[in-house]
């Protein structure tokens, strides 16, 4: 079974609008990390916003929201007033409580139209 | 702002040639990881390197794969024998921690292109 699943391969966002990209995660251990990561055409991935397992809110960072339903097992990011420059591969990755590897999921191009 | 720096960005070999990929990681740094994404595909794991050794790997880090840190600061992915599936962006990422909570920060990327 897949670690991370993103079933959008790409979405599109009217500038200003925001955005919700899906991510559902696998895993047996009750203790993880649920990561969101951007790939702009540049092709570094930088690190956007971390969700923990035992973590009781969900978590932001400025314009970044994640979207954790854990007994769903998802944990799908928003990207709320949406910039061009948001336009990028997103994606959501998971490290489990017993390894130190990042399981990525196969990620979701997002475009934001002006 | 630190950041891991991958040389070179683009490397171009004949198949059957070895290669080296370089990283000099983030230098406070303990962990360190390649990564490798095949064209239009997932990021894929290959290894992780700890305190001198590798801590995980994955069944694609075969015998033909093999990393160093020769120096205290480089860390290196060296490919044997290269075959035409090893085309792919190949990330180096480093880690302060194993917690949880812990990023891992990427580099550029070094493309690789076995023709």
């Known amino acids: 079974a897949q670690k991370i699943t993103q079933t959008q391969p790409g979405m599109f966002v009217q500038e200003k609008e925001a955005v919700t990209l899906d991510c559902t995660y696998d895993?047996?251990?009750?203790?993880?990390?649920l990561f969101w990561y951007k790939q702009p055409s540049s092709g570094e991935m930088i690190f956007l916003i971390y969700q923990g397992s035992y973590d009781e809110q969900n978590a932001t960072e400025g314009r970044y929201s994640l979207n954790f339903q854990k007994a769903r097992k998802s944990a799908n990011l928003v990207i709320s007033a949406s910039q061009l420059g948001d336009s990028a591969m997103y994606f959501c990755a998971m490290r489990e409580g017993g390894g130190n590897q990042f399981y990525f999921g196969t990620g979701t191009s997002l475009t934001v139209i002006p | 702002e630190p950041e891991v720096t991958q040389t070179p960005s683009h490397q171009v070999t004949q198949m059957g040639q070895e290669v080296i990929l370089r990283c000099v990681p983030i230098?406070?740094?303990?962990?360190f990881y390649w990564y490798r994404q095949i064209l239009g595909q997932k990021v894929e794991f290959l290894v992780s390197f700890y305190n001198n050794e590798i801590s995980e790997k994955s069944e694609i880090f075969d015998d033909q794969f093999s990393v160093e840190r020769p120096d205290g600061s480089n860390f290196t992915l060296k490919i044997r024998s290269t075959k035409l599936e090893d085309s792919a962006m190949y990330f180096c990422?480093?880690?302060?921690?194993?917690?949880?909570?812990?990023?891992?920060?990427f580099g550029q990327g070094t493309r690789l292109t076995v023709v």
């Open positions: 230098s406070n740094h303990l962990y």
């Open positions: 895993t047996s251990d009750q203790s993880y990390g």
């Open positions: 990422a480093s880690s302060e921690a194993a917690v949880l909570r812990t990023e891992a920060f």
